[in-house]
């Protein structure tokens, strides 16, 4: 079945540091999406891409879809301490999603 | 709109005790799901349903069994629970399957000792 693989696993960065998580399908993915998830709490949606190739922005955060629609990845400039928790990717394919393990982010102030 | 909302929020377990934890949403989405949580290993899902009357399982469904008989309650069922069973679950909704955002609900933590 689709397997979607992140990395890091974990990263620590001061507060100003930019930080990256990359996530890799087994195969070609439909859409992805990627969530957030807050120490203790539930998964929020951030964003989704469907097109080979597309960028998006919100505010700081930045997120790309390779070319081959297997890759994607979430790039955080300047993290502030509101960014500390879990980022998710998920890749659409019939009618589900599948996850990957996810990146803890922590912020040291 | 309280969204998506769960119940309970904790619960512990005897072993081969049953239980149902319950979810529903308000936002008339057909579609639901069903995840556990395990510490570092991201999303699993258990069962998913497209609407009323339609389930099918995901990548981890031993041990549970789910019914969707109205569009917003999605209950899930454990039967002779397991120490292995212990993770948070989250419920979640979506409108029209995988291309639009899922809205999970807070999730509840269930210890079996």
């Known amino acids: 079945g689709q397997q979607v693989m992140q990395i890091p696993q974990y990263q620590h960065v001061q507060e100003g540091e930019d930080f990256t998580t990359y996530c890799n399908s087994s195969?070609?993915?439909?859409?992805i999406q990627w969530y957030k998830q807050r120490p203790g709490g539930h998964p929020v949606f951030l964003i989704q891409?469907?097109?080979?190739?597309e960028v998006k922005k919100q505010k700081r955060l930045t997120f790309q879809f390779g070319e081959a629609k297997k890759n994607s990845s979430l790039h955080i400039t300047a993290t502030q301490t509101t960014d500390v928790g879990t980022y998710f990717c998920?890749?659409?394919?019939?009618?589900?999603?599948?996850f990957g393990k996810g990146t803890l982010l922590t912020v040291n102030p | 709109n309280a969204g998506v909302t769960q119940t309970p929020k904790f619960r512990i377990l005897k072993i081969g005790q049953s239980m149902t934890l319950q979810c529903t949403q308000d936002?008339?989405?057909?579609?639901m799901y069903w995840y556990r949580q395990d510490p570092g290993m991201g999303l699993k899902l258990i069962y998913y349903?497209?609407?009323?009357?339609?389930?099918d399982k995901g990548e981890v469904p031993n041990g549970y069994n789910v019914s969707r008989s109205t569009t917003e309650d999605f209950p899930l069922r454990l039967e002779l629970a397991a120490p292995s069973q212990t993770s948070v679950y989250f419920c979640?909704?979506?409108?029209?399957?995988?291309?639009?955002?899922?809205?999970f609900g807070p999730g509840t933590r269930l210890t079996v000792t």
């Open positions: 349903s497209v609407g009323a009357g339609i389930t």
């Open positions: 998920a890749g659409g394919g019939n009618y589900k999603l599948t």
């Open positions: 891409l469907v097109k080979s190739g």
């Open positions: 936002m008339n989405h057909n579609y």
């Open positions: 195969t070609t993915l439909s859409n």
């Open positions: 979640a909704s979506s409108s029209t399957g995988t291309v639009d955002e899922q809205y």
